[in-house]
């Protein structure tokens, strides 16, 4: 053994609150590491590292509990890094500037910043860790307002492969900070803490929400993709379309104005198909937050598993794409099941591709769709059924989503980072040169 001990709250295998600290959000992800440090500080952190090296053991960082696929943020007789414990902020009112450590949850943090008078990006769950979701991009309904939540990342602390804690900001370690605007979780090395613009909030603001019978899906559709990626930007709105077993088909999201501006915006919508049920109301913006993230338990954990895709839109869809996704949610068993659509442009696209490492500035809309399953039986013929739509899907989409990230797409550089991948792999030689973070879909270093 070497001289590396482990600090911080650990618990092995067999220790009590292993059983708790073993779920994640996606039951699909879970495995059996051999330890978990929950890190109090980045000197834990450190420690971890250093530990994990000297054992010879396989290593991971988890913040929110919400990897998509397998071995991304858990890793079977490994150690799992968890910076969950590590959830302080602080608010530098005056400066609009806000430092917060990397295990707090989305929800928590853009809740309390909307009380203190302040609007940052937020992604459609609560429970999202803001350590993984800053790293690939991070978008939400305030995107097309205020750029992605890596556009508002300003500076940050990581703790590296030979555990050494540096700091990288716009004069110090600029490619790592680069890098860590869309470059994805963990490839670098471990964060700890994140600095981040902060936007002041309007007083109120209008939220709305929108359901339609199911049948009525490929007509909501056309009408939101026609509508969404050409409204007003400080308009954001995603829509949802449940599998036919669940039958939930709407659309929900915000606006940085008034009621009656809203309408007026809204109305390609609003006359489309019957609507069952319309929701239109001006709210104090910190409601608003609650309105489109109520809050869940954390850590969250859905019921059932779900395995994940996901993909731009840079055209606006004929009807072939819309009759594969018609058939994938007439199929589906999974209640959880669906197809998601949120509007890009705004700030998002005012960004050029190769000034941060997020690449995918100019689509209309994301898209992203998953299947659920409850019992091991069905996943083989769920797992089938999301890689059927991927193939079907090819001519109409590109790219992929680096936090929504699919194991099934074998040239996954080009699809998540397009052209910064050559880039972002001479980075990750320089920070990581023994390529000790390494999982699924890492970035590979290249040393020339």
């Not at 959000?25 to 250093?50: E, M, R």
């Not at 939101?224 to 050409?230: G, I, K, L, T, V």
Request: net charge positive.
């Amino acid at each position: 053994m070497g001289s590396a001990q482990l600090t911080g709250r650990v618990i092995f295998k067999g220790d009590p609150g292993y059983t708790q600290a073993v779920k994640n959000w996606n039951p699909y992800v879970d495995v059996y590491p051999l330890v978990f440090v929950f890190a109090q500080n980045s000197y834990d952190v450190s420690n971890a590292i250093k530990w994990a090296r000297e054992n010879n053991v396989p290593l991971r960082v988890r913040s929110g509990r919400h990897a998509l696929d397998k071995n991304l943020s858990v890793v079977s007789d490994g150690i799992v890094i968890d910076v969950s414990d590590m959830n302080k902020v602080l608010l530098d009112e005056k400066n609009a500037i806000a430092t917060v450590q990397t295990g707090i949850h989305v929800g928590p943090l853009v809740k309390g910043l909307a009380r203190d008078g302040f609007m940052a990006p937020f992604g459609d769950s609560p429970t999202v860790g803001i350590g993984g979701i800053t790293m690939g991009g991070g978008f939400g309904v305030l995107s097309r307002s205020i750029g992605l939540i890596s556009d508002n990342l300003l500076a940050l602390k990581m703790v590296d492969a030979k555990g050494r804690i540096i700091r990288a900001n716009q004069s110090h370690n600029e490619d790592l900070l680069w890098a860590s605007r869309g470059g994805g979780g963990g490839n670098f090395g471990y964060n700890t803490q994140y600095t981040f613009k902060v936007h002041r909030a309007p007083k109120t603001a209008t939220v709305f929400n929108i359901v339609w019978p199911w049948e009525q899906l490929e007509t909501v559709f056309k009408a939101w993709q026609r509508w969404a990626p050409f409204a007003d930007e400080r308009l954001g709105c995603y829509l949802e379309i449940f599998s036919k077993v669940n039958g939930l088909c709407h659309a929900e999201g915000i606006f940085l104005g008034s009621k009656p501006e809203l309408i007026k915006a809204l109305r390609p919508l609003l006359n489309t198909g019957t609507p069952t049920q319309t929701v239109i109301k001006t709210l104090y913006y910190p409601d608003c937050i609650d309105f489109l993230d109520p809050d869940e338990p954390i850590p969250g954990r859905s019921d059932q598993s779900v395995k994940f895709s996901s993909a731009w839109a840079l055209n606006l869809w004929p009807q072939e794409p819309i009759s594969i996704m018609r058939q994938f949610l007439e199929r589906a068993t999974g209640t959880e099941t669906n197809f998601f659509f949120i509007n890009w442009g705004g700030a998002i696209s005012r960004v050029p591709s190769s000034e941060t490492a997020f690449f995918w500035r100019r689509p209309l809309f994301y898209t992203e769709w998953n299947a659920s399953w409850e019992h091991k039986s069905q996943e083989a013929s769920n797992l089938a059924s999301v890689e059927r739509v991927r193939q079907l899907m090819k001519p109409y989409v590109t790219g992929s989503y680096v936090n929504v990230p699919d194991q099934n797409i074998e040239n996954f550089g080009k699809a998540y980072y397009g052209s910064n991948f050559a880039k972002l792999q001479k980075i990750k030689a320089k920070y990581d040169p023994e390529n000790v973070f390494r999982f699924p879909q890492s970035i590979p270093p290249s040393y020339h």
